[in-house]
């Protein structure tokens, strides 16, 4: 069998070229990093998970009539996507003060924010993905005037669908990072959500507990990843049945 192309390789997946034009394969990795790759580490069936995870919520978002670059899951570890061409921006919407916004404006974690709040960061790992200002997108031509408030307009309601799902289930949307892909159709730009949704870029705590259901588990050593990942899955009813991420017997024979 020919091999495939490798496009693209990320902290987190893999994209290979597709098997038509305009389309690729996402690959699910297990590999988790932390602080722009400081801290590393191989979960057992994290992929699986946010394969699954992934594919849950952007069929949701088109559901809804919001367009995304999600084909179809492929299997276990793969989904077939658009190909797009990627704004280089971290697009993250916080409904509650957490992570880095917490520690700029010194804020206690959890405190409700008066409306979501929408903010930008310029994709760059050397750089360490920087906030940037919607004048620094514009000036050096990431995105135009139209495509930012395109991009506000889509994150708002990924927002809404996000918190609705997750609600839902019990698990408040404290905030979440999205990338957002340019597609051509008929030489007309539209804008898509591409990359992925999981909980390695959300930030879900347990409404009753509080518990962190997301990487900041891995980020802040407070326990098992996969154990959090699974619980989101089982609760959002998306669990695959052969997930294993407990080690596994060793076999003498
Ligand atoms: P913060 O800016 O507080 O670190 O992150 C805000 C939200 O965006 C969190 O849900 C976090 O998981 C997500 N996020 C920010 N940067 C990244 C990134 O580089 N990769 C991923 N997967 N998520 C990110």
């Known amino acids: 069998m020919a091999r495939r192309k490798k496009v693209y390789e990320g902290k987190a997946k893999i994209l290979y070229e597709g098997p038509e034009p305009g389309t690729l394969v996402q690959y699910f990795k297990d590999d988790a990093t932390?602080?722009?790759?400081?801290?590393k580490d191989v979960i057992d069936g994290k992929g699986v998970l946010n394969n699954r995870l992934s594919e849950f919520f952007m069929t949701g978002l088109s559901s809804?009539?919001?367009?995304?670059?999600?084909i179809r899951r492929l299997n276990m570890r793969e989904q077939l996507i658009r190909h797009v061409e990627i704004i280089p921006l971290e697009v993250i919407v916080r409904n509650f003060a957490a992570g880095s916004m917490a520690k700029r404006l010194g804020m206690e974690e959890g405190t409700a924010l008066p409306r979501p709040i929408v903010e930008f960061s310029y994709k760059d790992d050397a750089l360490g993905d920087p906030l940037v200002p919607e004048e620094y997108i514009i000036a050096f031509g990431w995105a135009s005037q139209q495509d930012l408030d395109d991009i506000v307009s889509l994150a708002l309601r990924v927002n809404d669908f996000l918190s609705g799902v997750m609600h839902g289930v019990g698990i408040k949307l404290v905030d979440f990072k999205i990338e957002i892909g340019r597609i051509w159709e008929n030489d007309y730009p539209r804008l898509v959500v591409a990359d992925e949704i999981s909980p390695d870029s959300c930030r879900l705590w347990d409404i009753e507990t509080g518990a962190h259901l997301d990487k900041d588990v891995f980020r802040r050593d407070l326990g098992s990843l996969s154990d959090a990942y699974t619980e989101v899955a089982r609760r959002l009813g998306v669990l695959p049945s052969n997930v294993t991420h407990r080690p596994k017997p060793t076999l003498i024979n």
């Open 34 to 39: 932390a602080g722009n790759g400081a801290k």
């Open 64 to 70: 809804i009539g919001i367009p995304t670059h999600f």
